[in-house]
């Protein structure tokens, strides 16, 4: 993504993962890696990045943090950075656990970020901070508990991976609640763009909720911004959460804060040009470097 050598471009992946709850999940895990490698994705953004809670505790050189709980052998973010490594592709790992998960797992967003230039880089992007947002704080095991996690590009501005709420649940308006700390986030930082990549649980065709509220109040969807697109549903129909639905929906996005160039919008692992690895398919967006 280096401007001043190489392909003056940022790739962005959002995946939510479904990790370990996935019919031959090391299968899986590899062909996510292989196209982040492929591809030399920047920046990947995981939600339901998950740990068995009662598993073997190992910290890989690779995992940055900033988790509050010990990190499993088993974490899907360091375990997905190694398959990478295995690839040729070197990341590091961030990780932030976000509540209990499926009864046995500990739920969480992360971020891998690539260390290993391309041909043509005189350097990979570089994290100067890492930010943990709590958007919702409720006891750990429940599932209203949210939390985002940020880095800041050197030369280039924030990355979050964000898991929210559904617009309401039982007369609770909890999607709004959890965008003001975004939008809190933002506007602390007025001169930089803050990318927002994420399972947002609000489709893109419903008016009058979460996606026409973040529209309105100017985030960007990459979609739009495109010249071109491919894709559009990213979940096919009935999942956990979204047990009720019939049809495809486009409920995972990469938002920004203000103008950028987008050269590509692609919607991966569908199971046409790469197999299905979750219940959602990725995102994957191609940026110009500022």
């Given at each position: 993504m280096n401007p001043r050598g190489g392909d003056p471009a940022v790739k962005v992946l959002s995946l939510n993962a479904h990790s370990w709850c996935e019919e031959d999940q090391s299968a899986k895990i590899m062909v996510t890696a292989r196209l982040i490698v492929t591809e030399g994705v920047d920046v990947v953004a995981v939600q339901e990045a998950n740990q068995l809670q009662d598993g073997v505790a190992w910290r890989s050189a690779r995992f940055q943090g900033p988790s509050a709980l010990p990190v499993g052998a088993d974490n899907y973010v360091q375990v997905l950075a190694e398959a990478c490594a295995h690839l040729g592709g070197e990341y590091r790992c961030y990780w932030a656990e976000a509540h209990q998960g499926f009864g046995k797992y500990d739920e969480g967003v992360g971020l891998?970020?690539?260390?290993?230039?391309?041909?043509?880089?005189?350097?990979?992007?570089?994290?100067?901070?890492?930010?943990?947002?709590?958007?919702?704080?409720?006891?750990?095991?429940?599932?209203?508990?949210?939390?985002?996690?940020?880095?800041?590009?050197?030369?280039?501005?924030?990355?979050?991976?964000?898991?929210?709420?559904?617009?309401?649940?039982?007369?609770?308006?909890?999607?709004?609640?959890?965008?003001?700390?975004i939008e809190d986030f933002a506007r602390s930082y007025p001169d930089e763009l803050v990318c927002v990549a994420g399972d947002l649980n609000n489709p893109a065709t419903v008016r009058g909720e979460g996606y026409s509220m973040i529209r309105d109040l100017g985030w960007l969807d990459t979609r739009d911004l495109a010249p071109r697109s491919q894709g559009h549903d990213t979940i096919a129909g009935s999942i956990v959460g979204w047990e009720e639905a019939r049809v495809g929906a486009r409920i995972d996005y990469v938002l920004v804060n203000r103008p950028v160039a987008v050269r590509a919008h692609r919607v991966v692992f569908t199971g046409r040009e790469e197999p299905v690895v979750s219940d959602h398919y990725g995102v994957l967006v191609q940026m110009e470097a500022r």
């Open positions: 891998l970020v690539r260390t290993k230039p391309t041909a043509g880089e005189s350097a990979a992007p570089a994290v100067t901070e890492v930010r943990r947002l709590v958007l919702a704080d409720y006891p750990y095991v429940d599932v209203r508990r949210r939390v985002a996690l940020a880095v800041r590009i050197l030369g280039w501005g924030w990355v979050l991976s964000g898991h929210f709420s559904w617009w309401t649940a039982a007369g609770e308006d909890l999607f709004r609640r959890e965008w003001q700390v």
